[in-house]
């Protein structure tokens, strides 16, 4: 009996020693709304504001970039010539913003194409032939836009910009 009794005791004294020892995985818990607002911030509109100076003249821009639908406002105001204040509508094509530009000008409305290239803090306004198509002004060959000779907008104070949008 003794022998039964210090055969089961050396067993069970082996089969605790080889039993190895696992350190649980800890649980790394996320905070889903951490996550949400992440993604949402990432979906909403970016929005830039520009503005030019060229002796007595300005152009004053406000850009919305949704996931690559712009929409924004801008206003030409010349010191000599007619100014004009209108919405932009269109769509980003790699760095190039392809917009129509409806605005008033002289009591009269009108819509014209506006492209710009939009790089670092800037936006170059293409400078191109136009057509009239459907009421439109259009560029007549979009291959055929120059952008070296344009009118350079740089960032600009978005509250400064709003105030001369209105």
Do not use: W
């Not at 022998?3 to 067993?11: A, C, E, P, Q, R």
């Not at 979906?43 to 003249?57: E, H, I, N, W």
């Not at 259009?138 to 400064?160: F, H, R, V, W």
């Amino acid at each position: 009996m003794k022998k039964l009794i210090l055969l089961g005791s050396v067993s069970l004294l082996l089969i605790n020693c080889n039993k190895k020892t696992e350190n649980p995985v800890p649980k790394v818990e996320t905070d889903t709304a951490t996550v949400a607002e992440t993604v949402i911030d990432t979906l909403k509109p970016k929005s830039f504001c520009y503005m030019a100076v060229t002796g007595k003249d300005s152009v004053f821009a406000s850009i919305d970039d949704n996931l690559g639908t712009i929409t924004g406002k801008i206003a030409y105001r010349n010191s000599e010539k007619d100014s004009s204040k209108g919405d932009v509508t269109g769509f980003k094509s790699g760095d190039t913003l392809k917009l129509t530009y409806e605005f008033q000008s002289e009591g009269t409305k009108s819509k014209r194409d506006i492209f710009f290239i939009q790089k670092d803090n800037t936006l170059t306004e293409g400078i191109g032939d136009h057509k009239e198509e459907d009421g439109q002004s259009k560029y007549a060959d979009e291959k055929k836009i120059s952008y070296k000779d344009g009118q350079k907008l740089e960032t600009a104070d978005c509250n400064m910009v709003a105030k001369a949008l209105k």
